[in-house]
């Protein structure tokens, strides 16, 4: 029997086709966000989905009332009281066991916030890497975890999960009152939308950049919303649809003069609670000395390995060097035959098809001395990125090429198929969307459909930033020079 959801009188939500992706729910503070996302996971818990939710403001609990999940973290309502140590090993259980957990934060600090769940996060990630079963993390208050602009560890992996968990089975659930202020590739490629009210001319133009309307039908859309009401945005398609109201208790609900009785939670199975309670209790050693110095030598073999290998590197230049004046002073040659020779190889010709002289060109040396003028671990974040486009199909570095070439302009797909000689349909089926997601390049959406520009420079910036240092602010520019050359 297909397995369903029921969001609403009419909006019936296929299970299968959220497995893995990224759904937001946006809207101000009150416009029914929470009740839409707890209306989502009664109908997944009904599958007994497994997932994670992290709950801010400890609103979560009520799912109890009727499903099994298990409340741990900092808080009056949970079951087991657990601190950042143990971060860890809740995610193991719950991804291995199918345990659905909520994490309430409610009484955490700040950074054990992010701590919790940057160790949280990456167990999920590695696990469903081995794993592969739908498994589903709800993200309340996106904005402060995933804020559009800056860069953090645990705004990587949460990106990460969000955009690439699919493979692995991992969905997500983004809700946040500021859309304007969540990493916008994360909305951008978000394919289910529930979008409640907003009223921030900010907010309202992160609507009117995923919705294919005209900018008057959405503001017209948007200023009709009332609590509960969304615009349903799923295949490509709008509706504006009332959410059904939880079953479930809401504990975050807007209180009224009618008097809630608390409901009656449904009691973990023993078991659950007994294997948690086992790890809660094993203490986390204290590092030993010997711990610390085991990690301090194996930092100092990987320095150490890089620079060896940074050593041969040198060795084989000279040696290349060295092979070349060899050749060049050949006593049998005459000067003008040596004169001719260097010439050819200074084209790039060798004068021997055999011989591996590698390609000597000026601009070739002044890219070799401004790539040795980085960082080490700069220089290996430009190899991986190299790496990546490297992998991409023939049109898409094409379409990367001529964006970055005619920046800042931006294409429909039409405009590039004549531009770079591919049909529109080798276009269509090349679409470059690991390039949006690595936010190469970007999208907006027109009158006349999807337009696409380079978006190289704050791609760079946004990447690089971190080895700026004060007193070499032109680092930047080399970065980007260089990539470019090695995108021609
Ligand atoms: N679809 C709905 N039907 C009925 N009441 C709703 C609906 N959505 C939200 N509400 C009520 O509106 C209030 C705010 O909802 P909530 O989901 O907490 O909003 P948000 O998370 O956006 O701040 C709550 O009292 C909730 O019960
Ligand atoms: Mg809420």
Same mark, same amino acid.
């Given at each position: 029997?297909?397995?369903?959801?029921?969001?609403?009188?009419?909006?019936?939500?296929?299970?299968?086709?959220?497995?893995?992706?990224?759904?937001?729910?946006?809207?101000?503070?009150?416009?029914?966000?929470?009740?839409?996302?707890?209306?989502?996971?009664?109908?997944?818990?009904?599958?007994?989905?497994?997932?994670?939710?992290?709950?801010?403001?400890?609103?979560?609990?009520?799912?109890?009332?009727?499903?099994?999940?298990?409340?741990?973290?900092?808080?009056?309502?949970?079951?087991?009281?657990?601190?950042?140590?143990?971060?860890?090993?809740?995610?193991?259980?719950?991804?291995?066991?199918?345990?659905?957990?909520?994490?309430?934060?409610?009484?955490?600090?700040?950074?054990?916030?992010?701590?919790?769940?940057?160790?949280?996060?990456?167990?999920?990630?590695?696990?469903?890497?081995?794993?592969?079963?739908? /498994?589903?993390?709800?993200?309340?208050?996106?904005?402060?975890? @995933?804020?559009?602009?800056?860069?953090?560890?645990?705004?990587?992996?949460?990106?990460? @999960?969000?955009?690439?968990?699919?493979?692995?089975?991992?969905?997500?659930?983004?809700?946040?009152?500021?859309?304007?202020?969540?990493?916008?590739?994360?909305?951008?490629?978000?394919?289910?939308?529930?979008?409640?009210?907003?009223?921030?001319?900010?907010?309202?133009?992160?609507?009117?950049?995923?919705?294919?309307?005209?900018?008057?039908?959405?503001?017209?859309? @948007?200023?009709?919303?009332?609590?509960?009401?969304?615009?349903?945005?799923?295949?490509?398609?709008?509706?504006?649809?009332?959410?059904?109201?939880?079953?479930?208790?809401?504990?975050?609900?807007?209180?009224?003069?009618?008097?809630?009785?608390?409901?009656?939670?449904?009691?973990?199975?023993?078991?659950?609670?007994?294997?948690?309670?086992?790890?809660?209790?094993?203490?986390?050693?204290?590092?030993?000395?010997?711990?610390?110095?085991?990690?301090?030598?194996?930092?100092?073999?990987?320095?150490?390995?890089?620079?060896?290998? /940074?050593?041969?590197?040198?060795?084989?230049?000279?040696?290349?060097?060295?092979?070349?004046?060899?050749?060049?002073?050949?006593?049998?040659?005459?000067?003008?035959?040596?004169?001719?020779?260097?010439?050819?190889?200074?084209?790039?010709?060798?004068?021997?098809?055999?011989?591996?002289?590698?390609?000597?060109?000026?601009?070739?040396?002044?890219?070799?001395?401004?790539?040795?003028?980085?960082?080490?671990?700069?220089?290996?974040?430009?190899?991986?990125?190299?790496?990546?486009?490297?992998?991409?199909?023939?049109?898409?570095?094409?379409?990367?090429?001529?964006?970055?070439?005619?920046?800042?302009?931006?294409?429909?797909?039409?405009?590039?198929?004549?531009?770079?000689? /591919?049909?529109?349909?080798?276009?269509?089926?090349?679409?470059?969307?690991?390039?949006?997601?690595?936010?190469?390049?970007?999208?907006?959406?027109?009158?006349?459909?999807?337009?696409?520009?380079?978006?190289?420079?704050?791609?760079?910036?946004?990447?690089?930033?971190?080895?700026?240092?004060?007193?070499?602010?032109?680092?930047?520019?080399?970065?980007?020079?260089?990539?470019?050359?090695?995108?021609?």
């Amino acid at each position: 029997m297909k397995k369903v959801l029921n969001i609403s009188s009419k909006t019936k939500l296929d299970l299968k086709k959220i497995i893995g992706k990224c759904i937001a729910v946006l809207g101000i503070t009150g416009s029914g966000k929470t009740n839409t996302s707890a209306v989502i996971l009664e109908e997944m818990l009904k599958y007994k989905y497994p997932m994670t939710i992290v709950d801010i403001d400890g609103e979560y609990w009520g799912l109890k009332e009727k499903f099994e999940l298990l409340v741990v973290g900092k808080s009056k309502n949970v079951d087991i009281e657990v601190n950042v140590e143990h971060a860890r090993q809740i995610a193991e259980m719950s991804i291995s066991k199918n345990i659905p957990i909520i994490l309430d934060m409610s009484g955490f600090l700040y950074e054990d916030i992010y701590e919790f769940l940057l160790n949280y996060m990456e167990v999920l990630w590695d696990l469903a890497g081995k794993f592969r079963k739908p /498994y589903e993390i709800v993200l309340e208050e996106a904005h402060e975890f @995933i804020p559009q602009g800056n860069r953090n560890d645990l705004k990587e992996i949460i990106t990460r @999960i969000a955009l690439r968990g699919r493979k692995r089975g991992l969905g997500t659930i983004i809700l946040s009152q500021r859309s304007a202020k969540v990493e916008k590739d994360v909305l951008t490629q978000s394919e289910i939308l529930f979008l409640h009210k907003v009223v921030h001319p900010s907010d309202i133009r992160v609507y009117k950049e995923i919705l294919p309307i005209s900018s008057k039908e959405a503001s017209i859309l @948007i200023s009709k919303l009332n609590v509960g009401d969304c615009i349903f945005f799923f295949e490509n398609v709008y509706n504006v649809i009332h959410v059904r109201k939880r079953d479930t208790f809401h504990a975050g609900f807007t209180p009224s003069l009618k008097a809630v009785k608390s409901p009656k939670l449904k009691v973990v199975s023993n078991e659950i609670l007994k294997s948690l309670k086992s790890i809660t209790k094993t203490k986390i050693k204290e590092k030993s000395e010997k711990d610390k110095l085991q990690s301090k030598i194996h930092k100092l073999e990987a320095q150490l390995a890089e620079k060896e290998n /940074y050593i041969q590197k040198l060795e084989r230049d000279i040696e290349t060097l060295g092979r070349i004046s060899v050749e060049v002073k050949q006593p049998d040659i005459s000067p003008i035959d040596k004169s001719l020779i260097e010439k050819l190889m200074v084209n790039g010709f060798n004068q021997d098809n055999s011989s591996e002289i590698p390609l000597v060109d000026e601009n070739n040396i002044k890219e070799n001395i401004e790539y040795d003028l980085l960082p080490e671990n700069a220089k290996e974040h430009i190899n991986k990125i190299l790496k990546r486009i490297n992998k991409l199909t023939k049109p898409k570095k094409e379409i990367l090429k001529f964006l970055v070439n005619r920046h800042p302009q931006s294409y429909t797909y039409s405009e590039m198929a004549e531009w770079i000689n /591919y049909s529109e349909s080798t276009l269509y089926k090349n679409q470059p969307n690991e390039l949006l997601r690595m936010g190469i390049i970007s999208r907006e959406r027109k009158n006349n459909g999807f337009h696409y520009a380079s978006n190289f420079d704050n791609f760079v910036k946004k990447e690089f930033k971190v080895y700026l240092t004060e007193s070499d602010n032109g680092i930047l520019d080399l970065i980007e020079n260089y990539l470019k050359k090695q995108l021609q």
